[in-house]
Nanobody, 122 residues
Framework: QVQLVESGGGLVQAGDSLRLSCAAS????????VGWFRQAPGKEREFVAA????????YYADSVKDRFTISRDNAKTTVNLQMNSLKPEDTAKYYC???????????????WGQGTQVTVSS
């Protein structure tokens, strides 16, 4: 089993930046891909970004492309999501998830963290 803990959320103003982190523990050798998703109140869970740990390929939702960057901290079992030029519509609870394949489909991930709240004021 893999345990995931997200951190780095908070309340910021539009245009600010935040860096979210996803720390993994447990059977981390079973992780081949990491995804970030978000869910705002009353809305469905939405894909944000994904990273294939085997190839280094990254994938982004159109709404965050060129503003968000997903990366791995090789010194730690941590994957970060750097979020720049934040907008009020980025407000949501952000979750990281791990699985075998980097996909935009949340069903493709088997372990999830508890989430971290990001609130962007206008």
């Amino acid at each position: 089993q893999v345990q995931l803990v997200e951190s780095g959320g908070g309340l910021v103003q539009a245009g600010d930046s935040l860096r979210l982190s996803c720390a993994a523990s447990g059977r981390t050798f079973t992780i081949y891909a990491v995804g970030w998703f978000r869910q705002a109140p009353g809305k469905e869970r939405e894909f944000v970004a994904a990273l294939s740990l085997s190839t280094g390929d990254t994938y982004y939702a159109d709404s965050v492309k060129d503003r968000f960057t997903i990366s791995r901290d090789n010194a730690k079992t941590t994957v970060n999501l750097q979020m720049n030029s934040l907008k009020p519509e980025d407000t949501a609870k952000y979750y990281c998830a791990v699985g075998n394949l980097a996909t935009q489909n949340w069903n493709g991930y088997r372990n999830w963290g508890q989430g971290t709240q990001v609130t962007v004021s206008s």
